[in-house]
């Protein structure tokens, strides 16, 4: 073999191996993603059996149930659907109803949401884009009129309080 097959066989060699890497990361990137789905994309959508998924909405006032031990079932909906959720574990402590919330788990047969893990926003202002894209109204306020109350023994955000001046 002269020195430019040499070459060629190693540039060869390389990008092959490459490609080999490359596909080998694609493959184990494609099993490890997860969608994001509001309540009205979950039921308009058929989500593969046993798929993975990530659940974003407001937790219905009145829906929370708790049962025995650390089971807990209550209701996400995005203002134009709703989904049951059952979960069991520590709910975190911004957790409560009106809250807007992501979950990660699977859609049962029954058509209830199993929740892996529930997290609750961590202020104010903060929303998945696609659930936060779905609840605005036309003059950019919150469209949930369900959802708007105050919910008792919550503080006011700093730009709710009087001024001390």
Same mark, same amino acid.
């Given at each position: ?34 969608? +994001? ?20 909405? #407001? ?10 031990? #650390? ?22 402590? #911004? ?17 209830? +949401? ?52």
């Amino acid at each position: 073999m002269t020195k430019r097959q040499q070459r060629m066989t190693a540039v060869a060699a390389l990008v092959l191996g490459i490609g080999v890497a490359a596909a080998l990361a694609f493959t184990a990137f494609r099993k490890n993603m997860m969608y +994001f789905y509001t309540p009205t994309d979950l039921v308009a959508q058929a989500v593969p059996a046993g798929a993975k998924i990530r659940l974003g909405g #407001l937790v219905v006032a009145g829906t929370l149930q708790r049962g025995e031990g #650390l089971d807990v079932r209550f209701t996400v909906a995005d203002c134009e659907q709703s989904v049951p959720v059952r979960y069991s574990g520590i709910l975190p402590d #911004l957790f409560r109803e009106g809250q807007g919330i992501v979950a990660t788990g699977r859609v049962g047969p029954d058509g209830v +949401f199993m929740a892996d893990e529930v997290l609750a926003k961590h202020d104010e202002n903060y929303m998945p884009p696609e659930l936060a894209e779905k609840l605005v109204a036309a003059d950019g306020r919150h469209s949930c009129a369900e959802f708007s109350r105050p919910v008792m023994g919550r503080r006011p955000a700093i730009a709710d309080r009087p001024s001390q001046s």
